[in-house]
């Protein structure tokens, strides 16, 4: 290539960026090679990218996505958003503002808005004026908002996006070290791709994370999906949780027409049976006379339209990256019962934190691989603030929403009673699923501070005759609230 000899900074700025982008677009080399243009994909790809990386972002199927998955930003992952400077992606999308939740427990409910103030880290002014007031999530169409997230991609001079599936990593033959990935493009072209770092961030059912990742994720359960027309809600702007004798149903509007609703299904559920009628027949016998009489109209002729889709519900607790030259993330890395709606937020949050993290200011170079693996060590410990709260709320949270045991019923209760009682006591556990406050003390406190409600309520309906019976049956709830919080503490504190 001659050498160009230019006076204005600007113009060899401009020569520089062209040469890379033909490094990118003729030889298939970036400084990052991404595999997935999903949430964490196309958000990393973008933050990368304006720190002036030259970045290729793979994605084996640009068509606008149509899934029942990622359809609820939490208020704290609608804020890692805005820092990234990409808050005009959920703009005319008819994406629909969220301000809390709603939760209905047999026929009594209760409203938990987002707290104002919830959290303590202090923005600069300018930012803050631009901020809503009071938080605010956004429910939205899921295709629309990856589509938008990969316009903002496709439109940035350092990205260069191939519409590609990546079938496996090339791994150096002296050291274990990742230099990139080999695809496969229109089902017949083999493509190899080069960078200095390969993220694999290839969703729920990652094919990479295998040799990587120890854990299998569990599934313990399926959630079920219909898109309700025009249908009344007992709260707009919230999202609703029913709760009841069964396992618990999500509702929110994800446009001015429609609404998601989903359905969680544990494995083996005997009225899901194909005696019984199959998913089917569960839905119209056992859960469309469980909801709220002003939604089941619309669930009715949702269920005969029949477009029934299920995801399965998945738990797989982080691991450290370890391996030279890559990074797994998002939910390839880390997954948690969507009952919650935390996966995004942990995504984008994930996102700012590793952008930080491997800024040229404290990576010059990313062929400095052992430096860029400190960074991904000090990722896995510092993302916990906010994710080890988001993963064990999700998950035990989850335990006690469909209940099936009388001392987890007696949590649930204890839970919804809890929350009834207002104030601090749903202001920061609402502040906890909205991943908004980074204190992973406060969920432990509301946690045990429900058991022990659940077991006062216990002792009121036994009776001061029972007294004695209340204390053993007191102790069994406790234990049990132990046991589902536990594991889920355990596995966060493992690299
Ligand atoms: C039923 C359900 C409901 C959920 N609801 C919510 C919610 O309301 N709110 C929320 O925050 N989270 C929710 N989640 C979680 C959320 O969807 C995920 O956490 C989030 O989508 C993860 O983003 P990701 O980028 O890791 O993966 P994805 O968004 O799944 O993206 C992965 C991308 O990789 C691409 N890809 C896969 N394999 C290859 C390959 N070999 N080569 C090239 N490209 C490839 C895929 O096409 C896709 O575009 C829900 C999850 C489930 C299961
Ligand atoms: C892209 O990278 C170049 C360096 O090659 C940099 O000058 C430019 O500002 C970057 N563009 C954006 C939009 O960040």
Known sequence: MPLILDSSSESSNQSEADGREELRRVHHEADVVIVGAGVLGSALAVALADQERSVILLEKSLKEPDRIVGELLQPGGYEALIKLGLRQTLEGIDAIPVTGYTVLYYDESVAIPYP?????????????????STPEGRSFHHGRFV??????????PNISVFETEATSLIKSTHTDQILGVESLTGKTENDYYFGSLTVVCDGYASKFRRPYIHHTPQVKSKFWGLELIDCPLPTPHHGIVVLGKDSPVLLYQIGTHETRILVDVPEGLPSTSTANGGIKGHLGKVVLPSLPPMVQPSFKVALEKGALRSMPNSFLPPTMNKTRGLAILGDALNMRHPLTGGGMSVALNDVVLISELLSPE?????????????????????RKALTSIINILAMALYSLFAANDWQLKYLQKGCFRYFQLGGKRIEEP??????????????????????????????????LLLLPLSLIQGLLVFW????VIFPYIFAELRS
Not at 116 to 132: I, L, R, W
Not at 147 to 156: D, M
């Open 430 to 463: 609402v502040g906890l699923l909205g991943a908004l406050i980074r204190r992973p003390f406060v969920l432990l406190y509301h946690f045990f501070s429900v058991a022990l409600w659940s077991i006062w309520i216990l002792i009121q309906e036994n009776g």
């Open 480 to 483: 049990k609230a132990c046991v």
């Open 116 to 132: 104002a103030n919830a959290t303590q880290e202090a923005g600069s002014g300018a930012e803050k004026s631009a901020k809503p």
């Open 147 to 156: 589509s938008r997230l990969r316009a903002a991609a496709l439109a940035h």
């Open 362 to 382: 404290n990576v010059p170079e990313l062929s400095d691989t052992a430096l860029v693996l400190e960074q991904f060590r000090i990722f896995h410990w510092r």
